[in-house]
């Protein structure tokens, strides 16, 4: 090839350079006889564009991601309390007044409903049903009691040992924002879940051709004139299905609580597990059998505790 040709190419790579606005990154090179046949481009790329050349960003800080791992565990915590102060959760802490407002909502939602209920069940069996329901109410109490005095504390206190024990021993990281994230989604998971089973239990209503509650059918009002108070069966009809919405939406916060604690039981112990294998393989020394039976003693005592604080 002439040299007026090799000099009217490299012009027209110039200026297709300057239109693609490659200028600041692409560097022509000059050609010469000692270039390869191989190369197809006559010019070379920066390394800042070039596959892997960007360093990877260095570990992360230990001290920051104790610190990260701490604000999602307090935020999950909150959340927690917060979602059981629907279920009478009075931790003050937390939850302030809000808690003994709904601990209030809560103790008249479970006496409407069950009350509703033992209507429903009174005009076609009688009496006879009146005992399992009775059973039913005094079940709903308990598991409303266990779960904000010992299930919520626990998960916790469990969660904040979990922590603390990741600062100087084993890590626990996955477990925690796990778990905290969990927590974090409870505000949309149980309304969803309590919408469904409200539907549920609405359709079987429909079924029975007992959607709205007729207070003319109540015998003990079977001697008053009713008329112009349909008002009051469409008030009745709506508030039962709001202590409906409320009884299911606590009912699956007692077995999402339960959830919790056994997922967060159980994949502590499968961290613990994952780190405690390669020092009772390794023949360093350095980890003794004292110290073995220190660890798993502790980890004894905390699934101990979790059964304790379960339902």
Known sequence: MSLEAK????????????????????????????????????????????????????????????????????????????????????????????????????????????????????????????????????????????????TVPWVAVALRTLRDDSIGGYTYFKTIEITSLVCRTLPIIVPFVGLFSTGGQYLCYAIDNALTVNISSIPALSRFNMTGLNWVSDVLSAVRFFSLLHVLSGYWVFNLCQLVLLFLVGMSMIEFQEQVKPKLKSHTGSYTFQQAVSDISNRARFIRDASKSGT
């Open 7 to 150: 000099s009217d190419r490299l012009n027209y790579r110039r200026k297709s350079i300057e239109v693609l606005g490659l200028g600041g990154n692409i560097t022509p090179r000059t050609p010469s006889e000692e270039t390869p046949k191989s190369n197809k481009f006559n010019f070379k790329v920066r390394s800042s564009w070039k596959t892997g050349s960007k360093s990877r960003k260095n570990a992360e800080d230990p001290e920051e991601k104790i610190a990260q791992v701490s604000r999602d565990l307090e935020r999950g915590v909150a959340i927690l309390h917060y979602v059981c102060a629907f279920i009478g959760d009075t931790n003050y802490e937390y939850n302030g007044y809000y808690g003994y407002f709904g601990l209030a909502v809560w103790c008249f939602s479970l006496t409407l409903h069950f009350s509703f209920d033992f209507y429903d069940a009174f005009a076609v069996y009688q009496s006879a049903w009146g005992p399992a329901l009775g059973v039913f109410f005094v079940a709903f109490c308990t598991l409303s009691y266990w779960t904000v005095t010992r």
